[in-house]
């Protein structure tokens, strides 16, 4: 079976450091595009960041110059860097693969990990 297994959530204070991981069983996720997004409580989940097949990463605007997204294809792990992390980063992280497959898009999702900036 395909999972997508996450680790490295918790609480940190603001100004602190987090580093997601998700670890695929199969290592053709690591030859696809995967994606963190998050959901804060009552809100909607949103994008983080995302890189694709080729390494080349993108993010949401909220997060430029403070998350970098990367991938080890040796060990089908994409992470998660989060830094000077701030209260509103506060959410469920959930991991993100993406399959295409004939013309039609698979996704696949990790548990997700709650990340917590608090003082």
């Known amino acids: 079976q395909v999972q997508l297994v996450v680790s490295g959530g918790g609480l940190v204070q603001p100004g602190g450091s987090l580093r997601l991981s998700c670890a695929a069983s199969?290592?053709?996720?690591?030859?696809?595009?995967m994606n963190w997004y998050r959901q804060a409580p009552g809100k909607q989940r949103e994008l983080v960041a995302g890189?694709?097949?080729?390494?080349?990463?993108n993010y949401a605007d909220s997060v430029k110059g403070r998350i970098t997204i990367s991938r080890d294809v040796a060990k089908n792990t994409v992470y998660l860097q989060m830094n000077s992390l701030k209260p509103e980063d506060t959410a469920v992280y959930y991991c993100?693969?993406?399959?295409?497959?004939?013309?039609?898009?698979?996704?696949?999702w990790g548990q997700g990990t709650q990340v917590t900036v608090s003082s």
């Open positions: 993100n693969a993406v399959i295409m497959f004939q013309g039609r898009r698979f996704d696949y």
């Open positions: 890189i694709t097949s080729g390494g080349s990463p």
């Open positions: 199969d290592s053709l996720f690591s030859r696809n595009p």
